[in-house]
């Protein structure tokens, strides 16, 4: 399996049976060694922000050459947080929301226990912290709250590539579409991004969002929440 | 780590950092090898029966000395399903719930898939399988749902032996003390089995559980509410 952010750099790597781990084979930075990203004009008033994982320097570079967002989201990798560390931290200090997965949240926190992990990295800027951990779900972590979620049970899952970035964008997108930062809607797009990374898997690559309708996602969310929901006790 | 069922046999192995998987080292049966389960007259009469982790043929044995109850639930580990597939199944026959981890579902559904390996195994007896996934939570599939929730994040987990023995007890009994089997208090006695693991993994061995009162249970069972309920989106 390969990641190909923008089809600029490679990553090679496999993803364990159980999909919630992918171990990197090796990382060739090709491009990106020297690539410094140019901002069209009508980019450069984002609402919402995604830094896809890329070096932190230049995820500070292009924070700096745009307007500040209304909400900034990061991704990042063992590759990153490993090697440039010093540099993630000030990146994650103009960020609002991290999300990562359960390997990489606890290389960051240098602590296996992901509340541990995830009281130092609310310490240090981001609000929010987002750990997606494949197959069994995502777990966030704020100020006022925590929130868990299964991964929605599927029997075919073909393709595991992308549904990382496919739970950022649905996650974004729902929020930046009801423009809603209130607790309850960070929940639900925890939901909405578990809801479209579930379709991501179901075929190759794009396949399945090539052909996903809105009506789908609706009818999911709400089998998420039958998979989830349960009454009080006595 | 090790794990004595009854202080007569001896599971000597470790749990990874992310405790949701043990890794056995080695088995010794001892006693167990030549060991005829005996059961007093005064529990012969049982309405919720859980059958410990033993070899399948006792569990049969025990099963064939008292009258039928209304809930049998059973646990198994590798060593039995790899070793005594065919007995197994034949206990599985007999009973409503299984409650095994995911490691233990894929090696007995021999298939990755868990929603692959749920339908195999409730065809072939038990009308619930529940796997346990350290501290990725739990998922429960019968015929008419998929109930799925996170583990409670918790900053201090000094002892995980146990916890899915207590998952176990404080989910049969929500369903004894109740009475009640209806799929909302399947998904009830789930939670009130995942409230329970979570206090004895704070404290070495059965510590925790000797100071806990009922309404530290209920507290808790409120804030797994709070951890996994969200609103339905537009």
């Not at 923008?6 to 090679?12: E, L, N, P, Q, S």
């Not at 951990?133 to 393709?159: H, T």
């Not at 960070?186 to 909405?192: C, E, H, L, N, Y």
């Given at each position: 399996m390969e990641r190909r952010p923008g089809a600029t750099f490679r990553w090679k790597g496999e993803y364990t049976h159980q999909l919630n781990e992918a171990h990197t084979l090796d990382t060739q930075l090709n491009v990106f060694e020297t690539f410094r990203p140019q901002i069209p004009e009508a980019y450069r008033e984002p609402d919402v922000l995604f830094l896809g994982n890329i070096h932190p320097e230049l995820q500070l570079d292009v924070l700096q050459k745009v307007?500040?967002?209304?909400l900034v989201a990061c991704d990042t990798m063992n590759f990153w947080i490993n090697g440039q560390r010093d540099a993630l931290w000030k990146v994650l200090e103009k960020v609002d929301v991290l999300i990562i997965n359960d390997g990489e949240a606890r290389a960051l926190g240098q602590d296996s226990n992901l509340v541990k992990v995830a009281k130092l990295v609310l310490s240090r800027g981001p609000k929010h912290l987002i750990i997606k951990r494949g197959e069994y779900g995502v777990l966030m972590f704020n100020e006022k709250q925590v929130f868990g979620a299964p991964a929605f049970?599927?029997?075919?899952?073909?393709?595991?590539?992308?549904a990382g970035d496919t739970f950022a964008g649905g996650f974004l997108g729902y929020l930046a579409a009801t423009g809603n930062r209130s607790p309850e809607a960070m929940k639900q797009a925890i939901i909405f991004g578990s809801v479209m990374a579930s379709f991501t898997v179901?075929?190759?690559?794009l396949d399945r969002l090539r052909i996903l309708d809105y009506k789908e996602v609706q009818d999911r969310f709400r089998e998420f929440k039958r998979l989830t929901q349960f009454e009080d006790i006595r």
């Amino acid at each position: 399996m390969e990641r190909r952010p923008g089809a600029t750099f490679r990553w090679k790597g496999e993803y364990t049976h159980q999909l919630n781990e992918a171990h990197t084979l090796d990382t060739q930075l090709n491009v990106f060694e020297t690539f410094r990203p140019q901002i069209p004009e009508a980019y450069r008033e984002p609402d919402v922000l995604f830094l896809g994982n890329i070096h932190p320097e230049l995820q500070l570079d292009v924070l700096q050459k745009v307007k500040r967002p209304s909400l900034v989201a990061c991704d990042t990798m063992n590759f990153w947080i490993n090697g440039q560390r010093d540099a993630l931290w000030k990146v994650l200090e103009k960020v609002d929301v991290l999300i990562i997965n359960d390997g990489e949240a606890r290389a960051l926190g240098q602590d296996s226990n992901l509340v541990k992990v995830a009281k130092l990295v609310l310490s240090r800027g981001p609000k929010h912290l987002i750990i997606k951990r494949g197959e069994y779900g995502v777990l966030m972590f704020n100020e006022k709250q925590v929130f868990g979620a299964p991964a929605f049970p599927l029997e075919d899952v073909r393709d595991p590539t992308g549904a990382g970035d496919t739970f950022a964008g649905g996650f974004l997108g729902y929020l930046a579409a009801t423009g809603n930062r209130s607790p309850e809607a960070m929940k639900q797009a925890i939901i909405f991004g578990s809801v479209m990374a579930s379709f991501t898997v179901e075929s190759f690559s794009l396949d399945r969002l090539r052909i996903l309708d809105y009506k789908e996602v609706q009818d999911r969310f709400r089998e998420f929440k039958r998979l989830t929901q349960f009454e009080d006790i006595r």
